[in-house]
């Protein structure tokens, strides 16, 4: 599984609908998880506009089909997330995500990630 998240877009409030306090400006991560697999992002310091332009290989093993690819956004700063992004990888499989933009927070559609996310097994005999 190849996995590229661009950006988080419009961080304006976190997931429990609380805002920013006053002249806060947030300090996203974003923390990747396949299985017991995970690996973050750099934070960035004092964005709204996360740009984190990284990018991640996961090994699947044989019970891939249950698993999931699971992106969630947080401000380092007070620990509290944006939202998360939930994606079966079945759904991947002979669908890749290109520059997709996913909603971060059903209740606040606006805040989004933009991610690629490709499915390949290798080749064999």
Do not use: C
Not at 25 to 46: E, F, G
Request: no cysteine; proline share 6%.
């Amino acid at each position: 599984l190849n996995v590229f998240l661009y950006s988080a877009n419009n961080l304006i409030k976190y997931s429990d609908k609380s805002k920013f306090s006053s002249g806060h400006l947030p300090s996203p991560q974003a923390d990747l998880q396949v299985a017991n697999i995970n690996r973050q992002t750099a934070a960035i310091k004092n964005s709204q506009q996360a740009s984190f332009n990284h990018g991640e290989m996961f090994m699947l093993g044989p019970d891939w089909k249950t698993q999931s690819l699971v992106i969630l956004v947080h401000d380092t700063e007070n620990g509290k997330p944006f939202g998360k992004v939930q994606i079966p990888l079945t759904s991947l499989q002979g669908k890749d995500k290109t520059q997709d933009l996913v909603s971060l927070n059903p209740a606040e559609p606006s805040i989004t990630v933009t991610l690629s996310a490709t499915l390949r097994f290798p080749y064999t005999q």
